[in-house]
């Protein structure tokens, strides 16, 4: 894994869809059909109520980023396509986990959890729930660190990115958006 | 004054008045009941089929032939299935269509109800879009995106899937103007870019060895006229392939016919040398191609087309223009208006008609019809504009080299003798100089169908009905009953291969009970030929599961039995007679049992995966099997 916590050939899209019924198996349908990898897919309301928003992480050595970005954009419901490079994106990602501790080892996570400044969700009698949100590859370095310890459960949300923001005197917009042709 | 109230079937029937729709394919039940009984006062003809599958190809024939999106009606379940191979010939072929489709209620929806399937799910990697309609009220909107988007774009087949209980219930009609269309997602491109076509149009002055590679997309776009002005002012030579057959007449000088797997030798090795190709509506079939990785290797590469994905998928273009084809060539032409190429008088439509070889003559025939290259046809450059840095002759060593290898390795067969198995190229040559120039023809998959491609001259746009990207077997009939419900005033023959006949031929009785007229020539080798082909060529002459039967089932008993007239022709010299009588029958359709030579094989050929460097000509022929 890289610094960015995705490997370079894995790109972000950020896609807006109408907020219709069956507009994920239509995204979803259209990655296995056509032999596109999918790293990890997110999906939530946006701003506007008549839009959702769908984060793919994708394999872009499974095809060129170009054929899987103009396939997508031939779905109908897909009204408009980002692509954030993971160079240029802020990443967040949220992690649950279950750890199987009893009370001696219970402290040595807990300070782990708070050195990634993440939460402690619910606590039994040999299991810690916890939860730690950021960027990808900080949740990759938690996950190795927790591992030893034992996973009963562990889930990942798949990532959501922006792009970052210019902070040069002459604004660039680094992100290359699609308008929706064809 | 408000709107009247109609039943969501109704709304249905209405909206597709309102689309001028003259004519449905289908065929009813239960989930679909509602919608029928409104079609019984409604001005659309709907035709009766006998199996959905029918419905799906003569929706697809007919808007092959007229340009407008054919419409097929059916009803839940085993109905919806059964139409979903059209669907995917038309998705490849890129046909516009408008399938609607009954649906249990929505309350019964994801119970497994009778005759429930999801058809939105199956059909969604096969249609441009689909909806599901819940709600009465949205379905005249629902029916104007539905045309809207298959008809325009890149067209292609689109399904509304409708639930009994919404087309019971009742709803204000209204009828949505095109801002009431709720398409948030779908802006397709017309126009190209205007620098692009200026750089393109620069690369035609220049190129020394092009060639304009003609696909379907001309004919969606209805640029025939165009590209012809293009191929003359520019002097360009132009394949057509399989899927734009009649865009360019054969008999144009400038028409190199088909190139790809069964192309011709000329064609093929065209674009092999070529230092320019241009793409215009064509996709890079695997077909044309053959192996990518040696195809057309010095090539620079403009590729036109309205679906911006199909550019870089397969072959990195130089040029990438998306937009319309006849929009685009348009603008190609006042770019080389620009650049002092203005348009040449006069226009190169000239054709010698082909005479096949009588019967009993044996000795090779070469397909007749092509008039050979002129030695500079083009326009002459404006002096001093940018132009005349690149004058016409420039394109002679090219034309010169055209023109050797169309000598060398013409299209031939070894003709007619007097006995054994008719020659098919025989029967196609017969039947192509017995029937009228604008004939339409719609052909099965298989042998058949790439003889019909290279014997036939195709002269006029929207004469050739094919299932080229999906391969249907049994599109033939039904495709060409749709086509002549669409152009009722032109003749229209299906050549058919015995295998493909025997899975639609039931839409025969359509065509008789509903006096559709079609004419249909089965070349029948009591083969599934084209396999057997492969299993000569390329499984040491291991025929596995190809035998069929010359006479079982009794095509012209069948013939006869479905209200047909039926023909057999066993001997040469009875072809042209039995095509003459064919031809003289008008109130119901006629079918031919041609019985044709087994052993006969498609040449030229690219072995599948094989570089196009390496197209073998008929053997037969004595030409060192290059
Ligand atoms: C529905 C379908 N099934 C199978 C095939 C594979 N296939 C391609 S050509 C062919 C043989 C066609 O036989 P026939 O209609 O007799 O034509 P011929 O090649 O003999 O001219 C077959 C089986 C196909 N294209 N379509
Ligand atoms: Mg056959």
Redesign the interface.
Known sequence: MSPYGVDQRHHILSVLVENKAGVLARVAGLFARRGYNIFSLAVAPSGDDRLSRITIVVDVESAPLEQIVKQLDKLIPVVQITELDPAESRERELLLATVAVGPEERGQVIQLVGVFEGKIVDVGTERLTVMVAGAPGKLDDFEDLVRPYGFVELQRTGRVALPRLDRQAYPHDRTHQTEKAG | MSQPELTGAQALIKSLEMQRVEVMFGLPGGAILPVYDPIIDSSIRHILVRHEQGAGHMAEGYAHVTGRPGVAMVTSGPGATNIVTPLADAYMDSVPLVVVTGQVATTSIGTDAFQESDI??IT??VT??NW?VTDAADIPRVVAEAFH?ATT??PGPVLIDLPKDVANATMEWYWPGPSDLD???????TEGDPVLVRRAAELLLAAERPVIYAGGGILKARACEALLELVERTGIPVVTTLMARGSVPDSHPLCLGMPGMHGNYTAVTAMQRSDLLVALGSRFDDRVTGKVGTFAPEAKIIHVD????E???VRRADIAI?GDCRLVIEELLSALDALGLPACPGSGRAGTPGVPAAPGAAGVVRRPGATPMDASPGAEPVPGSPAAAFPRERLDPWRAQLAEWQERFPLGYIGQAGEGGLKPQYVLETLRDATPDDTIVASGVGQHQMFASQWWRFEHPYTWVNSGGLGTMGFGVPAAIGAKVGRPDRMVWAIDGDGCFQMTAQELVTASSERIPVKIAILNNAYLGMVRQWQEMFYEERYSEVYLSPDLPDYVGWAESMGCVGLRVTAPEEVGPAIDKANAVDDRPVVIDFRTDAAEKVYPMVAAGASNDDIVVDPALGQGGR
């Open positions: 939105t799910g969604m990697g441009k879009h599901l988007v774009g890149r398409l948030p997602g779908y802006h397709p491109v309205i679906d911006p994905a550019h870089h998928k998306a």
